[in-house]
Structures are given as C-alpha cells and as structure tokens.
C-alpha cells in the first residue's frame, strides 16, 4: 500500500513556474515508476509525464514537453513537477500516481495508487 500527497500547487500569472512535490509513504517507493495527470474542469484527466523507478527514463505529454520536467528523490520517496513557462490552458487539478510497471507508463489503467491531487491555476 502507498499512500501519496502531492503540494506546491497555487494561483501564477502566465509565464511563471511552480515546482509540484509528491511524497510518499512506505518504504518501497523505489519498486514505483511514477507518473503526474492532471484534470482540467469540463475535462477528462490526462497524462503528463511519467519517471522510471530509477529515474533514468521519462516520457511527457507534447503539451508539457520542453517546459515541465519530472524527477524523482528515492531517498526522500518523492517525485516532482516543476512547471515553466505556464499558461492558463495548464490550469487544472494535478495529481502524482504510482505504478508496478517497471518504466515508464501513460495509461491510468496501469496506475495503482492515487494522490488527492493539488490545484493548479494560471492567469492569463
């Protein structure tokens, strides 16, 4: 069982940046590749971007490529957002999720556990 918190989230004008944590319980965070979706209002939840347990591979959404990077701290059992270049289509609840697969994975199908989620908001 793993339970996960995500923060960081908050109100930033166009252009900002905002760094997203997720922490998780449990001491077997490294045996998870972990992954961030988010949930934009009217909008189905989407992929974007997702860390190999070791943290040696990524993959992104084209919408976030290039302007968000996640990584991962094994030591401290939590994975990061950090979000640059925001604009107010990035608005939306971000959640972090964990996985068994081994790399990294966009389908929420092939995510186990769930955080609450943290919202995310962009003026424009």
């Known amino acids: 069982q793993v339970q996960l918190v995500e923060s960081g989230g908050g109100l930033v004008q166009a252009g900002g940046s905002l760094r997203l944590s997720c922490a998780a319980s449990?001491?077997?965070?490294?045996?998870?590749?972990m992954g961030w979706f988010r949930q934009a209002p009217g909008k189905e939840r989407e992929f974007v971007a997702s860390?190999?347990?070791?943290?040696?591979?990524?993959t992104y959404a084209d919408s976030v490529k290039g302007r968000f990077t996640i990584s991962r701290d094994n030591a401290k059992n939590t994975v990061y957002l950090q979000m640059n270049s925001l604009n107010p289509e990035d608005t939306a609840v971000y959640y972090c999720?964990?996985?068994?697969?081994?790399?990294?994975?966009?389908?929420?199908?092939?995510?186990?556990?769930w955080g609450q989620g943290t919202q995310v908001t962009v003026s424009s």
């Open positions: 449990g001491r077997t965070f490294s045996t998870y590749s």
């Open positions: 860390i190999s347990r070791t943290g040696g591979r990524t």
């Open positions: 999720a964990a996985s068994t697969y081994y790399s990294t994975v966009r389908l929420q199908g092939a995510y186990d556990y």
